[in-house]
């Protein structure tokens, strides 16, 4: 199994910055993506930003230029530095890992944390 620990998140005002950790644990194989995804009141998940192990990325198009994604490999620990936020930025925020086990991709999710962008 895998467990996802997110910690930050918070109450920030408009134009401030924050930053996501997550800390994966367990039984993590070597080909895995990592990434944040968010969902906010009334609305359906969707993805924040992604990384690969190799250090490859891919964001949302209304984060790009304002949220970066990175990893620690060693720690199996993936960040997302927000800045710029603005209030439609609020949301609870999710860990995800996706692990390929054999042929099979596994994902697994946090509990999530709020960000909470106040105008």
């Known amino acids: 199994q895998v467990q996802l620990v997110e910690s930050g998140g918070g109450l920030v005002q408009a134009g401030g910055s924050q930053r996501l950790s997550c800390a994966a644990s367990?039984?993590?194989?070597?080909?895995?993506?990592m990434g944040w995804y968010r969902q906010a009141p009334g609305k359906q998940r969707e993805l924040v930003a992604r990384?690969?192990?190799?250090?490859?990325?891919n964001y949302a198009d209304s984060v790009k230029g304002r949220f970066t994604i990175s990893r620690d490999n060693a720690k199996n620990t993936v960040y997302l530095q927000m800045n710029s936020l603005k209030p439609e930025d609020t949301a609870v925020y999710y860990c995800?890992?996706?692990?390929?086990?054999?042929?099979?991709?596994?994902?697994?999710w946090g509990q999530g944390t709020q960000v909470t962008v106040s105008s």
């Open positions: 990384i690969t192990k190799g250090g490859s990325t």
């Open positions: 367990g039984m993590i194989f070597s080909i895995n993506v």
């Open positions: 995800n890992l996706e692990n390929l086990v054999l042929t099979v991709w596994r994902e697994y």
